[in-house]
């Protein structure tokens, strides 16, 4: 195998060397890897400038992580720019969200509450979420530029610090703990294994976007449906392709899927740091890059939607929108009819979603309908169904998104923004500002694909610098710490011991393992008893007696899974013909491109059929 990849190498190579002539009126050639909307972004604005792209895609469908159908809220222009941008452009209509569900409502013990309703009839738990707010805008407004979030030493000093240790330091009732640690999980990942800077700067950015900008609509189908658009826009995609090996050279990048090569000019990497870790790369990355490939915490984030034959949860209760539970439930909210019959999403996130990856689809929806039942008992008789998704365990993924663990900003912020050799990278993991969102994975590709097209005109990045605030910022923040730096920070406590203001000393985030050990009883936390440790974590065999007062009803067999959006183009092998210049480039290349190969692994626009096989509005 290794030996025919060597001898693909070399009749590329060959073909390059003899092309020379060729090369400067040559249009400009990229492969994108990933299909998912930052991969897709990149090519599209590539081919818009005038670049034959060849989009690679390991799974049979394109979309990424696109969660299930229909379940995305759509921000508005002033919270998702470039998302709407695009909306626009490729003219998909979003439905207006109704008011109700713009704001967060709560869900405590299985009874419903709006913010407005938590004010009357939970004050102390309401009280306790604003003095957190009040805490964390205080926090995020120390950050001057979200995009230079470790600019002094002490905000540096935060990225030491975990989010659960300043949670603490907040003394919030146990109700209220709940619910903030649900929607730090939700959004982020567990605040145990959150950096406090990376928090705060996400909360800097989103100062002054309220929750009724980020959940102004929802785009019926989901992201899927943007997804396709672009699909539809794209001259050659080959899915089923997982690139397993990329070689750079001075003139051009060439990779291996599987016997068939391909090469271009310039590449851009559009896929999760997990899955790029799996590919072998020549010459190899830095020990940085590599440590930032292994180090980075995602979170993670699972998404169970049940579906019922009719609302099972009317009589008990308004829920409607996006819901933090404190019974373990995690953040769920109702879909829109789209589907038929009366759907709830249930998004299983942080430690609660990593300990259940031991359990399969079927079990783990048992689990969650034995709750819901305490609640709602009418749920078992009327659940017709389930989907999951698990971006946990997904092996391109490697979980939800991308999540900055204590001490990882200081060592791996805005890394992946610049250029290796011919290789820029996109992704929501590379965007400084909206990571874990599809706004930052629109925005990355296009910032990759003006990179490129960059690198194209002669521009060189400078290679990655080190952390910009070094190992000194930590002992300058400590001292500063006396100075009462971080009593502030930690919401004014008057806890003058200075224990819990020590920058700790250990910042990397727990293992699984110690996670387990550490948060025993979880099964108790995450489906209704009180979000406290216990001594022992109990096997997973127990949890189905956790809850035994309803025997699990046999849950039906799972919908089928989302078939492919795309049909396979026809891949061509490493040693077809180069495929004729169909575009001239936008901007003709200051720099020598690559030469035109004789021998080459090109792969030529092929028509694609676009079979939608998405599960269809009801
Ligand atoms: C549960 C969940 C809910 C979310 N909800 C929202 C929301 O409501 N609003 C919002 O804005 N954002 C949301 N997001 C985030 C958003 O979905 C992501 O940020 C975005 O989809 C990421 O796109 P991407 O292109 O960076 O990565 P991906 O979509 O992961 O694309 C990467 C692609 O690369 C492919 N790939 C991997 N390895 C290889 C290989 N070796 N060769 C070829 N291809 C490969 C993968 O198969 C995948 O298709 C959510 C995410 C999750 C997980």
């Not at 989009?55 to 992580?65: I, P, S």
């Not at 929750?211 to 699909?231: E, H, K, T």
């Not at 291996?256 to 899955?275: C, E, I």
Request: proline share 7%; hydrophobic share 40%; net charge positive.
């Amino acid at each position: 195998m290794a030996a025919a990849w060597v001898r693909l190498c070399a009749l590329i190579l060959i073909g390059v060397s003899s092309g020379t002539a060729l090369a400067k009126d040559k249009t400009p050639t990229a492969i994108v890897v990933g299909g998912g909307l930052a991969g897709l972004t990149a090519a599209y604005e590539l081919q818009n400038k005038g670049w034959q792209v060849t989009l690679l895609e390991a799974k049979a469908g394109m979309g990424g992580r696109s969660g299930l159908a229909t379940s995305e809220w759509i921000g508005n222009a002033k919270a998702q720019p470039v998302l709407n941008q695009y909306l626009d452009r490729f003219k998909l209509e979003t439905l207006p969200a109704p008011e109700f569900v713009r704001t967060p409502g709560y869900l405590i013990d299985g009874e419903y509450f709006s913010a407005t309703d938590l004010a009357t009839k939970q004050p102390a738990t309401a009280e306790a979420l604003k003095r957190y707010e009040k805490t964390l805008d205080d926090l995020a407004r120390s950050i001057d530029d979200p995009l230079n979030p470790q600019a002094t030493s002490t905000l540096f000093a935060l990225d030491q610090i975990n989010v659960s240790t300043w949670l603490d330091k907040l003394q919030l009732p146990a109700t209220a703990r709940q619910l903030v640690n649900q929607q730090i999980r939700t959004r982020y990942d567990e605040p145990s294994r959150l950096s406090l800077l990376y928090f705060a700067q996400q909360n800097r950015v989103y100062r002054g976007v309220s929750d009724r900008d980020l959940r102004a609509a929802r785009l019926p189908g989901g992201s899927p449906v943007l997804a396709q658009a672009f699909v539809k826009q794209l001259k050659t995609i080959k899915t089923s392709s997982p690139v397993t090996a990329i070689v750079q050279d001075k003139d051009s990048v060439t990779v291996k899927v599987g016997s068939v090569g391909y090469q271009a000019d310039y590449l851009v990497m559009a896929v999760p740091l997990r899955a790029l870790a799996k590919i072998q790369m020549t010459p190899g990355l830095d020990a940085k890059h590599l440590a930032a490939l292994r180090g980075t915490n995602y979170g993670w984030r699972d998404q169970l939607m049940l579906k019922f034959k009719k609302p099972v949860w009317e009589s008990r209760a308004r829920m409607s929108g996006e819901i933090f539970s404190n019974t373990g439930l995690g953040m769920l909210w109702i879909e829109p009819a789209l589907k038929g019959g009366a759907n709830v999403v249930i998004n299983l996130s942080g430690d609660n979603a990593r300990l259940l990856q031991a359990f399969g689809d079927k079990q783990m929806v048992d689990q969650v309908l034995i709750r819901l039942h305490a609640f709602y008992p009418q749920a078992r008789g009327a659940f017709t169904g389930y989907e999951v998704k698990r971006y946990s365990v997904d092996a391109s993924t490697g979980g939800a998104y991308l999540a900055y663990g204590p001490g990882q900003i200081s060592k791996y912020w805005r890394l992946w923004e610049r250029p290796v050799q011919r290789i820029t990278f996109a992704g929501e993991h590379t965007d400084a500002l909206y990571p874990g969102t599809l706004e930052g994975a629109l925005r990355s590709g296009q910032r990759a694909a003006s990179q490129a097209q960059d690198l194209l005109a002669g521009k060189s990045f400078d290679p990655a610098k080190a952390a910009p605030v070094a190992a000194a910022a930590a002992g300058a923040a400590a001292k500063e710490n006396k100075g009462g730096f971080f009593s502030n920070m930690f919401g004014g406590s008057s806890d003058k011991s200075g224990k819990a203001e020590q920058v700790p000393a250990k910042t990397e985030a727990k293992p699984v393992d110690e996670a387990k050990q550490d948060k025993p009883g979880f099964f108790k936390r995450l489906f209704g008893g009180a979000d406290k440790p216990e001594v022992k974590a109990e096997p997973i065999a127990k949890a189905e007696a956790v809850a035994p007062v309803i025997a699990p009803a046999p849950a039906p067999a799972p919908q089928a899974a989302p078939a492919p959006v795309v049909k396979e183009a026809a891949a061509k092998p490493a040693a077809s013909k180069a495929a004729p210049a169909k575009h001239a480039p936008a901007h003709k290349p200051a720099q020598k491109p690559a030469e035109s190969k004789k021998a080459t692994a090109k792969s030529e626009p092929a028509k694609k059929t676009v079979a939608n096989t998405q599960a269809k509005a009801g």
